[in-house]
C-alpha cells in the first residue's frame, strides 16, 4: 500500500535534532522517494527537480547517521533502517496533519467543547431545541451543560467557567454581554382539584391568598422576585415556600395540593398529571430570556451558538395572546 505524501507543511518547516536541524521538506520528499522508489518520480510528483530531491535526501542521511535508500542501476529500495524512519515519519505527519485540521475546525467553531449555564431544560422548550439544533449543525462540538440560578451562572461565566448562560429576564450587566432571546407567557400551575382550577384564566388578586411554592434552584429566586413585584403596593404578599427540590418533585407537591407556583408556558408541555396551567390575565408583559457571555469570550464557538440561538429566537412565537 502506498505511504500517503503531502507538502502542506511548507519547506520553512525544520525539526531540531541533536547537532542540527532537519527542513520539513526534506521528510516530505523521503516520504515520496519511498513511495514512489524513483527519485525522478518523486520530483515529478513533487513539482521539482530530481537533483534537490537527492541532495535534500543526502544531507538527511548525513545528518541522521544513517542510509534510508539503497540506490543501483536498477531503481531505489528502502533499506531496514530506512523502512522503520519512513514508517515513523508517516505517523507523525498523520499526527500533524490532524492537528492542524483539528485546529483549523476548532477555528471555524467545529470542534471543542462548550460550557453553557441553564436554568432548567424541559423536553421541547427553547433551549432543548436549541442544544439539538446545534449539535446537528455542529455535530464536532461536546456541549458541556452546567444548571443553576442566575446568580451562579453569570457568576461562572464573569469566572470564564461557563462561554454562556441562558436566564429569565433581560439584564444590564457592565462587565458582560446580555442579549434577549426569546419571550414566553406566564402561567401559573394549580393543582386539579383546586378551586380555581376550572377558570379559563386568573388574575393576581386571586392569588394573593395562595401559598406559593419556589425552588431555591433554576429560576426559583426570579420567581420569588415576581411574586414580591406583582403584589407591591397593592395587596399583601402571598405567602412564599422556598423549596429545596428539582422541577420534577414540584410539580408533584403542586398536584398533592401543597401549593401552586408559576412557570411560563412552554414549561406546560412537560406537564403531569394533576396539575393545571392557567394564563395570568392580569400579568402585563411577557418574560424575556436571555443570553449573557464575556465581551472577552471570542471563542468561534460561542460566536456560532449565539448566531443560532438569535436566529431561532426569531421565530419563536411569543405566546401573548391573551
Known amino acids: 500500500m502506498r505511504r500517503r505524501r503531502g507538502n502542506s507543511h511548507g519547506a520553512e518547516g525544520v525539526i531540531a535534532i541533536p547537532g ?3 527542513p520539513m521538506i526534506a521528510l516530505v520528499q523521503t516520504l515520496a522517494v519511498a513511495e514512489y522508489l524513483s527519485f525522478h518520480r518523486a520530483a515529478l510528483a513533487l513539482g521539482t527537480s530530481q537533483s534537490s530531491v537527492s541532495t535534500r535526501i543526502k544531507a538527511l542521511e548525513e545528518d541522521l547517521g544513517i542510509t534510508l535508500f539503497d540506490r543501483n542501476t536498477r531503481g531505489v529500495r528502502l533499506t531496514e533502517a530506512g523502512r522503520r524512519f519512513v514508517d515513523q515519519v508517516h505517523d507523525a505527519m498523520g499526527i500533524l496533519d490532524r492537528a492542524i485540521q483539528t485546529a483549523g475546525m476548532q477555528s471555524r467553531g467545529e470542534d471543542g467543547e462548550i460550557r453553557i449555564g441553564v436554568h432548567a431544560i424541559t423536553p421541547g422548550c ?3 431545541r436549541l442544544l439539538e439544533s446545534f449539535q446537528t449543525e455542529h455535530p464536532g462540538v461536546r456541549p458541556s451543560i452546567t444548571e443553576g440560578t442566575a446568580r451562579d451562572t453569570q ?3 464573569r469566572e ?3 462561554d454562556a448562560a441562558f436566564m429569565a429576564g433581560n439584564y444590564e450587566i457592565p ?9 414566553d407567557r406566564l402561567m ?3 393543582p386539579a382539584r383546586h378551586a380555581l382550577a376550572a377558570q379559563q384564566n386568573l388574575e393576581w388578586r386571586q392569588l394573593a391568598e395562595e401559598t406559593f411554592l419556589v425552588r431555591h434552584n433554576g429560576t426559583g429566586p426570579q420567581v420569588h422576585d415576581l411574586i414580591v413585584a406583582r403584589s407591591a403596593g397593592k395587596r399583601l404578599t402571598p405567602a412564599i415556600q422556598r423549596v429545596d427540590v428539582e422541577r420534577s418533585t414540584l410539580m408533584s407537591m403542586i398536584a398533592a395540593g401543597h401549593g401552586i407556583s408559576l412557570f411560563v408556558k412552554e414549561s406546560t408541555a412537560a406537564a403531569m398529571a394533576n396539575v393545571v396551567f392557567l394564563p395570568i390575565l392580569d400579568e402585563p408583559e411577557t418574560i424575556p430570556f ?3 457571555w464575556s465581551p472577552r469570550n471570542r471563542d468561534p464557538l460561542l ?3 449565539l448566531a443560532l440561538a438569535t436566529k431561532m429566537g426569531r421565530s419563536h412565537p411569543k405566546s401573548d395572546s391573551r
Do not use: E, T
Not at 462587565?175 to 419571550?183: A, G, K, Q, S, T
Open 126 to 128: 427553547f433551549l432543548n
Open 160 to 162: 470564564g467557567q461557563l
Open 155 to 157: 457568576l461562572m461565566v
Open 188 to 190: 401559573v400551575a394549580l
Open 290 to 292: 436571555s443570553a449573557v
Open 303 to 305: 460566536s456560532n451558538l
Open 20 to 22: 542540527g536541524r532537519i
Open 175 to 183: 462587565d458582560l454581554n446580555c442579549r434577549v432571546i426569546w419571550h
